[in-house]
């Protein structure tokens, strides 16, 4: 599911990037650093859509460095356990099938994939239905349902 | 896309986060409550026409009347088949990390539980079987090549990295990981005719990327091994190698490898590979003084190496399990199959070995009895062979007196490797050793 929130980070800036293009920088590096990370809790930042408010910059002792708080908006993406979703296959084989919806990856176990559907190894593995009718195969568009989420450091 | 947009910064609380929270808490029992709902309308509508389920994982509802429906099991029921990252793949529990087998060789982040495994096995089995296939693990590191680092290269060898001359296409140079490979001779054609009848895994002490490096090297168009590659990264125990994660079952498996101590609980399986070693750092690692192949400036025998002698060996296997052998495929055991093949080959030989042997006695003895010999303790009248170690042993002067073969111990390690009686010429004591 999709959120439009507002996060706050602190940016630490180098002093080499301060005068006049000061806010451009802030908000360039912003981007650079967050778009496409993730987190448990708010999901992937798809993208920073404005920024709320830039804080005073506390210079740090002992460096140059400037650390400036930074409220930004953004587009949020992030699965919950009974969601339904849409996504596209991505790989078949023996074990189930992966897909991803946007930056999710989603593996759904041959356990979880309708009985009358059978594996067929191949060039393009598949699972079809006995007369054919339903084929689920790379890049196919399937709808399911999230039946369980992990976080680690880098994805879900 | 849904898209739920959040109050501005002025509106919300100091804290952006403690919304989201709020919101995440909502959405989720939200969508609980749509999941109970959902089961129970599901139930009611089942009795009436039949609902077909082609694109939505996980629809609940125990099948009834013959309907064609998947059944996940709700939290309670699930046993729990298997773990994706740490969720079960059934029901989507949280799992504990080292839950069941790991299977990642085949899937990365996949783990099956034993019997989940077990059944996988018998069915896959029974599928290959079908095939008139069997399986075959096979080691890499002095069975089918050999590798050695950069560093450890003699003068000698040392131009072999710019210009492999005659060896070009079985040696190679991996850069990246500061090693050099060889290829054992006749194992391209090896590996092809003996993928007609096994289905084949790589299963090898290296790491994963080693392991990968040398499947590339193997199989280039990935027909073998795709997804059947076994590294120590992947295996279940620190030091030994065990058939557990394989997908097939015991009494159809054969291994070649060229170390009986890393399969401890598979001895019956396995058949023993003559080391192949054609670097110097690989002979000295295992404390040989002969020289290497490179030293010698040859290789081993193309058509009659060890490679070409066991794939003669695994097609005599082959045959006899799918021919030979009665009752169902499923019953058949590849082991009894190897056992008998091994006691033809020394069936007419009584040997005696001189007593010095010490610590090596026993084991000898044993690989003797399992090729069909009969051993006895002292020579008598009824004696074919006497295995010495040098030429100046009481059981030695006994032989030459007689008239017996009197060989090396190479004798019959050789027979062990080849499942054929060797010449004794080759293996003959002479006076001066």
Known sequence: MFFHIVLERNMQLHPRYFGRNLRDNLVSKLMKDVEGTCSGRHGFVVAVTGIENIGKGLIRDGTGFVTFPVKYQCVVFRPFKGEILEAVVT????????????????????????????FQSGDMPNYTTSDGSVKIQKDSEVRLKIIGTRVDATEI | ?????????????ENSDCSTDE???????????????????????????????????????????????????????????????GICISCGQNLPEDYGLTVGYMQTGLRLEGEEMSRLSSSTMKSLLNQRKLCLVLDLDHTLLNTTSLIHLTSEEMPLTTNAGALQGTLFVLENMN???????????????????????????????????MAKLLDPQEEYFKDKIISRDDGTKRDKKDLDIVMGTENAILI?????????????????????????????????????????????????????????????IHSAFFDNLQGDLIDRDVRQVLASLRLEVLSRCVIVFSHNFRSD?????????????????????????IVATEFVTKESRWAVQHNKFLVSRHWLEAANFFYEKQPEDNFLLKQDQ
């Not at chain 2, 896309?1 to 609380?13: D, E, F, K, W, Y």
């Not at chain 2, 050099?180 to 790491?207: C, H, N, Q, W």
């Not at chain 2, 000898?364 to 051993?375: E, I, K, P, V, W």
Request: charged share 25%; glycine share 4%; hydrophobic share 35%.
């Open chain 1, 91 to 118: 790989m078949v084989n023996k074990m189930g099938f992966f897909a991803e919806a946007g930056p999710v990856q989603i593996f759904v176990s041959n356990h979880l994939i309708p009985d009358d559907m059978e």
């Open chain 2, 1 to 13: 896309m849904a898209v739920i947009q959040m109050s501005g910064a002025a509106n919300s609380p």
């Open chain 2, 23 to 85: 919101l995440t808490a909502y959405v989720e029992l939200v969508l609980d409550e749509n999941a109970s709902t959902a089961d129970k309308e599901v139930d009611s509508q089942d009795q009436s026409e039949s609902f077909r389920t082609n694109e939505t994982e996980g629809s609940t509802s125990e099948g009834s009347k013959g309907k064609k429906l998947v059944a996940v099991s709700s939290v309670e029921e699930c046993v729990h088949p298997g773990s994706m990252e």
């Open chain 2, 179 to 213: 090693l050099m490979t060889k290829l054992r001779p006749f194992v391209r054609t090896f590996l092809k005719e003996a993928s007609e009848m096994f289905e084949m895994y790589i299963y090898t002490m290296g790491d994963r990327p080693y392991a990968l490096e």
């Open chain 2, 256 to 316: 070649l490898d060229d170390k009986e101590e890393v399969w401890p609980n598979h001895n019956d399986n396995l058949m023993l590979m003559e080391r192949y070693l054609f670097f110097k750092s690989s002979c000295q690692d295992f404390g040989y003084k002969f020289k290497s192949l490179t030293a010698l400036q040859r290789d081993e025998d193309e058509t009659n190496g060890a490679l070409s002698k066991i794939l003669r060996v695994l097609k005599q």
């Open chain 2, 361 to 385: 006695l026993r084991p000898l003895r044993n690989m003797a009895r399992r090729l069909g010999a009969t051993c006895y303790t002292n020579p008598d009248p009824s004696v074919t062979h």
